[in-house]
């Protein structure tokens, strides 16, 4: 019953930075793990960043780190991407996904496309 919607992506220009957001409703949010996977063109879903429920362990892929950070307002019932330094790499639909050890619920995606 976890519904999540996202919202924040759009075409920018290398260097430029987005933040992302996703909503989540149906269930305790604060109770989830929350991540955002990327799909570019043509790959595999990758794992870019997740969070624990309480929000004190975060990961990150190789290729974010230092530029991307999750965070989440579990007041909002809410988790966020902010993406720093955008590179054309990091290019993709960018899905919230939330579970507790597996992710049992996803987005719908949102487009991040970082071009000059």
């Known amino acids: 019953q976890v519904q999540l919607v996202e919202s924040g992506g759009g075409l920018v220009q290398p260097g430029a930075s987005l933040r992302l957001s996703c909503a989540f409703s149906?269930?305790?949010?604060?109770?989830?793990?929350m991540a955002w996977y990327r799909q570019a063109p043509g790959k595999e879903r990758e794992l870019v960043a997740q969070?624990?429920?309480?929000?004190?362990?975060?990961y990150y892929t190789d290729s974010v780190k230092g530029r991307f950070t999750i965070s989440r307002d579990n007041a909002k019932n809410t988790v966020y991407l902010q993406m720093n330094s955008l590179k054309p790499e990091d290019t993709a639909v960018y899905y919230c996904?939330?579970?507790?050890?597996?992710?049992?619920?996803w987005g719908q995606g949102t487009q991040v496309t970082v071009s000059s």
């Open positions: 969070i624990n429920s309480g929000g004190f362990s975060t």
């Open positions: 996904a939330s579970g507790y050890s597996r992710y049992n619920y």
């Open positions: 149906g269930s305790i949010f604060s109770l989830y793990t």
